[in-house]
Every structure is written in C-alpha cells, then in structure tokens.
C-alpha cells in the first residue's frame, strides 16, 4: 500500500450524519433499552384490550354493567390491590380501575431494576470509568443516561399510547384518542418515577444489589401507602405517595391532569439530585459509603454451601420478610374482603344454601387470590436464586470454587437446596402471615386450610426453579431472561384470560392455569405432583448439561 | 507412578470451526517450572482452563500426576492450586475471609507462610474486596495459591497488575515453590520473568506448540545476532549463506546468521573492520522471530 493510500486509509471520517459525542451514552443506553420498553408497551396494550373488550362482552348492556360493579364496591382486600374504583359500571372505569394499578407496580418494578442496572450496575462493573475516560464529565454522563433511560419511557409512552388509542376504537369501548394518551401517560408515571428513584438510590448506596434492594423497599412503602389510603381512614395519603397521584389522574373517567404536577416535580427533583450527587462523589463510592475494612468474621465460610449461605442469605431473607409482611397484610384484610365478597356470592344464591360457611366462602376467596399473587411472588424469588447462581458463573465467582476441590455437581445441588428451602419458608411463612393477620377475625378459615394452601404455593416456584436450572445448563446466557420470562407470561395470561376467550392451548403454557386457587378451592396434589416433577426433570437435565459444559463468564 | 506432574495428550479445543488448541501433546516434570509462552490469542488460557475442566476439551485428555483430571477433577485439583491472570473475588468479604474461604474449600493451608506471604506481598487483609485495586486483587490469588503448598502451581499471567516490587516478590516465592519440590507451569507475556524462572520453554502459536526446550536449545534455533562496524564502507553480505535481516546505520552493519557463521567471517574480514559483536538471541527476540505479522491470529483462520 502505498504512502498516500496508507494515510487515506487511516485517516478517520466523519459521519456525514452529526452525532454529538456530547450524547453518546444517552444514544447508548437508549438502544439498549427500547426493547424492553417495547416489550412491556406491548403487555399493557394487551392488558388493557383483555380487560376492556371482555368487560364488554362479558357485560353487554349497562344493568349488568351496573350489577357486576357493585361486586367491586367496598371491597377492601380488592382495594388494597387495585386501589379505590371509580366509575366501574362503564367500561372506561372498569378498565382504569383493573390495569392502572398493575401497570404502575409493573413499570415501577421493571424501571428500578433497569435504572440500577444502568447506574450503579455499570459503575460496579467498571464500564463507567471507561465512560468517563471519554469526553464527558460524571454529572454529564448522569445526565445523559437519565435521558437515556428517558427515551425508553417514551418508547414505552408511544406504544402503549396507540395500543390504547387502537382499543378505545373497539366498538363498544368507545374512549377517545386523547382520553387514551392521557391513559398511556398514566400508565407510564410509575415507571417514570421509580426511573428516578433507581437513579438516585445508585448515588447513594455502594452496590447495585443494594440500590435495587432500596429502591425496592421505597416501591413497597409506597404501594403500603397507597394500599392504606385506600383501604383504611388515613386517605390523605393517596395525596402524599408517588403511586397514589397516579391513582389520582382518574384517566378516561374523572380525568385530573393537575397530579401530573406532583409526578413531575418528583422526577424533577430526583433527577436533579442523581445528577448532582454523581458530580459530587468519587467514582466507585457512593454517598451512604460502605466500610472499607471489617472485622475478620469467618462464620460460615468454611463449604461452598455454607458460604452461599452468608453471601446470599441477606437477599433471601428480603425475599422472606417481603413475603411475610404481605400475607400479614392481606390476612388483617380477610373479613372486609369476605364482607365484601359475601354480598357477591349471595346474588348467586349461594349464601342460602352454604349459610353457616358464608364467611369462610368469602374470605377463602379472597385469600385465594392473595395466594395466588404471593406465589408470583414465591415464583420471582426462584427465579432470582437462578440468577444469582448465573451471576456467580458470569462474574468468575465460580472460578474460584472450582479449581479447588469441588465438583461443579456439589455446587449447583448446594444452591438448588438453598433456594428450595426458602421456597418451602416462603410457602410457610404465607401460610403463617395471612394466619396471624386473620387470626382474631373469625373468618371461619382454619390453619389447616391455609397450611394446605401454603405448600399449594411451592409446585409453581420448584418448576421455575427447575426451568432456570436447565437454562443455566442449556443456555446460561439466557439463565435471568428465561426464567423471569415465563413468570411474565404465566402473569400476562393469568391477567388477559378473564377478558379474552383464550385457547386451551394458550392457557396451559401458563404454569397458575394448572394450580388451584387454594383456600378458595381445594389443591389439585396431582397438577402440583406434576409440575413439581417436571421441575425436577428439567432441574436435572439441566445439572447433567452444565456438569459437562464449558463455563461462560460473562 | 512416574515422575511427571502434568500430561496432555492430543488435548485439542475447538470453538465451531476455530481451533483454539491443536492437539497438544506435552509433559511437565516434577519439580520442574514450565513456561507457557505465547502472543493474546495463542491458546494459553484455553490451555489450562481446559486441563482445569472449567472448558470441557473436543479432544485429547489431561493427566495430573497420573489422575485423570477429566474424569477425576476433585481428586486432580486436591493436588494443585491455580493463579488466574484476572481476580474477581465476593466483593462483600474481606481480603482475609476471602484467603480464610479459598483456604477452607481447598483442604490444606500453611497459616505461618500464608501470614509471611502476606507480609511479603504487602497486603491488608482487613479490606474489603471491592476496595483493592488491580493488583491488590491479584495479591489474593497469588497468596491463596501460594498458601496451600500444593504439588502443583498452574499460572496464567499471575503478575498481571502487580508493580515491579511485587513483581519481585512474587519471583522469590515462585523460586522457594521449586525449591520445595513443587511444579510451576507458568503461563506468562513477560519473558524476562520466563527465563528467570522458568527451567523449559514452550511457545505456542495460534493454538499450536511450536517450540519446547530450555532456553539454550531453543537459541540453537534462532540466528545469531551480529554488528560489525567498517572504518570505510561495509561489504555487501545479503548475498552470504544464511544471513538475513541485514541492514546499514552509518557505518554499522546490523544482520543476522543462521547457522554456521565462518562465511560472514570471511567475507567480513576483507574489510577494515573496527568494531565486532556477536550474541545470542534474547528471549524476546526468540519470540519476536517466531511471530511476524503473518502469524497475527484471525479468528477465522482454522
């Protein structure tokens, strides 16, 4: 090559088209997160088109409309979940009432993990410092990951703003295009807020695990909050937390535009705060630093098992605690619940042929479905124990242990066993809580009956269990995706089914169509026997591939 | 039982239809420190995680110390302790829990030296792992390894990070390792640490072994390098058998000579030659000698 082309060759060109580097990493972390925006726009549209279209088939004319609302009205244990309803006899309230929530808690779960991810993730990881060798600063760079993340927002905003623009053109549905912007706005302020809040929790705790596990605690505080303001006499609350002026926008009903000024001014104000913190700190420290040095504590550090259990114990018993506190809270919650429930099951004549079990009809009821949210819960704990085991691998953790003395057999049953036990605490401590919350309430439910209901919750959390096992053996890369992706759509399924005539086919790939609603009916032992089996069949396949396999770091 | 602490036979690896290890064939001795030469990509790594069983090899099988280590890795590892090049460690303990749990899982520590290498090696054992730099991290492999005593040492580029002072401590426990019996097989970029330590050579290229000996043989295979500096003008040797790499500074000649060196000899003596050296090829350009930019790997070179 000669000279001249030699120096053509290398000379650097320029991208006709005008990219700032000023903007580099928000253009960054945008790309990477648009698909899961665009994923999760996509479950809201869906949602939102189950819960409107079969409202209106289920409930053709405005009577029936107006009778299965009633249902709905001062049930406390339903409030508690889905927050206050407010014009549920049309179908713009019914849908309002059963999605807004859901998608707040969706979003906001989805958006904390992803802000930690991005933030302190990163930093943890030491992407950042190569980042900031760059031609940025770190408030930049805060900044500009902020916007990042914001443009998933609005990706998640614009699509779920034409799902719901499409269905409100249903027949019979009938909101309008601007009612179903305002809608999608609503039902994107969670995630918006919780964006923000995973941000600054990075600016403030050392690790990611950290972070996520404060941003997760403000989430619950603020679903407690609202869930009291809705249920109990403290209503002013709704005014005072982040997921209750969501709940006060009232789309396509009562519409109340001015609590987006509350909503704003949060994001505002965190925002601000993460972007000057970042400038503030050093990399690698955060503002609630961690000690450097420590004590010599060397208990339980002696077995791959036992260390796992120090390493993974305080994320187990967040799991456990959160588990516990909400079976206790809906347990305190049964009798308004069966209250409730009961005047239902009455119009169905139900009550004059079961008069002395009418109150435990209404609260097994009830208690059925807090079941069947804490086995969601139950199932999302085995599928994060599945990807703290990928983790160990990905960060070369694992490494470690294995070129000692230690069979990778002896690792991966180690950590499967810790993780079933805490399913099976899991099981008990729901069986436990909503026990000690019902317990002075005679609500004609019997330990026995929630005992039952309690190890009905393990089979769902064994089978991912055993899903994720054999995708760290199949495929780890795909471990964390895998396995928080069947929940997603056992959830979505579970969430559509009662709006949209479903195939058989469609509903058996999803694991809560095979269990039971125990209390409020009896366990079906043989579906558990078998998804619990089909659990330990994958679980072992899974072991025996990743016994042979090449390890992947990340 | 024989003598040998490590031996691999036909060891291939293969990703798709790259090969990162063409079958190797290799024995290490005990006692012996082994260096493990070769460029970012050669197939060191794969190497030894392969003998490890962190990968599992498409062909061949490894032996430690006569166990098979494919079939056998708990009993194979009991025997040996690994140096990786990169230290990634539970970011929560401290350095001494982290040395305290490695310690515990392996089977058998020497406390007194595991308390004199960290004195030698500096480290502060009370901070928590995600405070250590680079190098502090690496302090933790090295002495974890170093503590146990094992028969057997497997390195991958232990000094990575670690400043010269360290570099030197870390020389002395190599050497104090051998002289306990024990076998080393180092994998290393530094050559000069090679030939300090190291009692044979293996150098592998693009997943090959190329070469193997001590350093005095594989300078056997390499020329000899010579300058001659004229007090007029130099003598043109380009055309004198196996000379190459000739070139003119001035009025000093720079060439190299493969084998016999009498013909450059004679034609250098019909000049008026002022100056004349003649050495031996460095490690590092016995290494050089063997890379030219054709033998830069592409990954989809076979």
Known sequence: MSTAN?????????????????????RFIAKRTAGSAVFWAAVFGVFVASKSIGFVKAYPTAHEQAAVAATFLNNIGIEALLGKPHHVATVAGFTVWSTLCVMSMIGGIWALMLATRN?????DAGRWELLLAGQTTARRAAANTLVGLGAAIAVLYVVSAITFAIVGRVHGIGFGTGAALFFALAAICGAAQFIAVGALASQLMPTRARAAGLSAAIFGACFLARAMADTTSVHWLINVTPLGWIENLQPLTDTQPIWLLPIGGLIFVLSALTIFLAGRRDLGESIFADTDSAKTRTGLLRSPLTAALRLTGPTSLSWLVGIGIAAFFYGLLTKSAAQALNQTL???HIINQLAHVSQSL????????????QITMIMAYAASAVGRMREDEAEGYLDNLLVRPVSRLRWLLGRVFLAVVVIVVAGLLTTLGTWAGEINQQTGVSFHTLLLAGINTLAPALLILGIGVFALGITP??????????IAWTFLIEMVSSGLNLSHWVLDTSILYHVALAPAANPKWGSDAVLAGIGLALGVIGALVFNYRDLEPE | MDDVAIRTKGLTKHYGNFVALAPLDLEVKQGEVLGYLGPNGAGKTTTIRAMLGLIKPTGGQVEIFGINAQAHKVAAHKRLAYIPGEATFWPSLTGAETLHLLGKIHGQIDTAYRDELIKRFQFEPAKKVRTYSKGNR????????LMTRADLLIMDEPTSGLDPIMEQAFRQSVMEATDNGQTVFLSSHILEEAAALCDRLAILRAGKLVELGTLSQLRHLSATTVEATFSGKAPNVTKVAGVTSVHLIGHTLHCQVQGSIKPLLAELAKSDVVKLLSREPSLEELFLSLYGDSDIRKPEAG
């Open chain 1, 6 to 26: 030699l120096a053509a060759a290398t000379k650097p060109t320029l991208n006709k088209r005008f990219r700032s580097p000023q903007t580099v990493i928000a």
């Open chain 1, 119 to 123: 933030f302190r993730g990163e930093e």
């Open chain 1, 346 to 348: 009455s119009a169905e």
């Open chain 1, 362 to 373: 209404g609260a097994t009821t009830f208690l059925g479905i807090v079941f069947l949210l």
């Open chain 1, 477 to 486: 890369r795909l471990t964390t995706v895998i396995a928080y992706g069947v």
């Open chain 2, 138 to 145: 690496q302090k933790i492999n090295i002495i974890a390894a």
